[in-house]
C-alpha cells in the first residue's frame, strides 16, 4: 500500500482548526490582562456621574461578566476630574465580547438616555490601555478567572 502526501489544502485546513481549538487554552495559559479606563468628567455633573457608575454601571457590568479590580478618581494637570478603573479579563477577545454586550444591553441604553436627559453630559474624553502582562510581570497576585 502507498501512502500519499496530503494535499496542501487539507494539511492547512487541519493546521487551522488545531490553532483555533488551542488559541482558548493558549490564552488562559498567558494569564489575565487588564484594561485601564480613563474617562475626563466634569465638575458638574461629577456627583452624578459617580451614582451612575455605582448604582447602575457597576451592577450592569458584572452581569456581562465585567471584573472591577479597583476604582479611583484624579486631576489632570489643568484641575480636570478623571474617574479611573481597571477591569481584569481572561484575554483580549472575551474583553472585546463583553463591552459589545454591555454597550448594547437596553437597560444600560435607556439609564445613560435618562440621566443624559436630567444632568447632561457626563463624560468628555476616553482612554482605554490594554494592558498584557510582561514575561517577567509578578502575575501570582491576580485573580483568575
Given at each position: 500500500m502507498s501512502h500519499r502526501p496530503l494535499p496542501r489544502r487539507l494539511l492547512a485546513a487541519c493546521?487551522?482548526?488545531?490553532?483555533?481549538?488551542?488559541?482558548?487554552?493558549?490564552?488562559r495559559e498567558a494569564g489575565p490582562i487588564h484594561q485601564l479606563r480613563v474617562y475626563?468628567?466634569?465638575?458638574?455633573?461629577?456627583?452624578a456621574f459617580h451614582d451612575r457608575f455605582r448604582?447602575?454601571?457597576?451592577?450592569?457590568?458584572?452581569?456581562?461578566?465585567f471584573h472591577i479590580v479597583?476604582?479611583?478618581?484624579?486631576?489632570?494637570?489643568?484641575?480636570?476630574?478623571?474617574?479611573?478603573?481597571?477591569l481584569q479579563w481572561p484575554d483580549e477577545a472575551t474583553m472585546r465580547t463583553r463591552w459589545a454586550a454591555f454597550m448594547a444591553d437596553e437597560e444600560w441604553s435607556r439609564i445613560k438616555r435618562e440621566t443624559?436627559?436630567?444632568h447632561g453630559r457626563f463624560v468628555g474624553?476616553?482612554?482605554?490601555?490594554?494592558?498584557?502582562?510582561?514575561d517577567y510581570s509578578p502575575q501570582a497576585a491576580f485573580r483568575r478567572d
Open positions: 493546521l487551522l482548526l488545531l490553532l483555533l481549538h488551542a488559541a482558548p487554552l493558549l490564552a475626563e468628567i466634569f465638575d458638574g455633573t461629577r456627583q448604582d447602575h454601571a457597576a451592577r450592569i457590568m458584572a452581569r456581562h461578566g479597583s476604582i479611583w478618581e484624579s486631576r489632570a494637570e489643568d484641575g480636570t476630574p478623571r474617574f479611573v478603573y481597571l443624559g436627559r436630567e474624553g476616553i482612554e482605554e490601555h490594554v494592558l498584557l502582562p510582561t
